[in-house]
């Protein structure tokens, strides 16, 4: 914040003197109006980004990948489809020493949820918000969750061809956390959470908009299906 100061002359006539207190007013006013200009530049950067996380209204469908690096080293792909209430991922299962497919069902309007394994022609009925933890919120969703935070524009890149602004908050878990804001759609298409672990990094790649099937979103035919009990965890 820039603060004006009025520099006034004493002039030598006592009419001049008559005219200082308003010459204070002037600079009073001044000084007011500086202040509220600054304020008003301050919060136009939470505006801006508010605005441009209101474009992500107006997309219904996607598809893209979800590359999640933890602070380990460990990386795992996710390949997410979403349209309106319902996701579909799919993802490589390591169990008991082989690479299996996997595949999550959501269906939020319904909380219903599936874990899939194709090999095994088996699926099993989880509660909606363990897979909900696994895919992760919609795009829609997370620019809607952003809007809502303290957050702080920090910088304003391009990432991976993409012109975004860079926006820092702390997260529901207590981390910092980045978050990298596709300017065009209103999308976060990157994530970086910092905890006493390290740095938790998630990307958001080859993302088309594209209409889906509703049976993108359906189990096979024929497939087994398991219902675990409320309050067994796998």
Known sequence: MFLLVGLLLSGCTAQDKEKEPASNDAAEQNYEAEAEQDLNQEDSSQISVASILDRASSISSSTYDVV??????????????????????????????????????????????????????????????????????????????????????????VWNDKDCVVVKYVSESGNETRTWIWKEYGLPVRFVSTSSQGETVTEIRNIEFTNISDTKFELPEGVQVIDIPTGVSL
């Open 68 to 157: 999640t690096k933890t602070a380990d080293g460990k990386e795992q792909t996710v390949k997410v489809w979403w349209k309106g209430d319902k996701m579909r991922g799919e993802t490589t299962i390591d169990m008991n020493g082989q690479s299996l497919s996997g595949v999550y069902i959501l269906d939020r309007e319904e909380e219903k949820s599936y874990a899939y394994m194709p090999q095994q022609n088996r699926a099993i009925s989880m509660a909606y918000a363990k897979t909900k933890k696994e895919l992760g919120d919609d795009p829609k969703s997370q620019s809607s969750e952003i809007k809502s935070k303290d957050f702080e524009v920090v910088a304003e890149e």
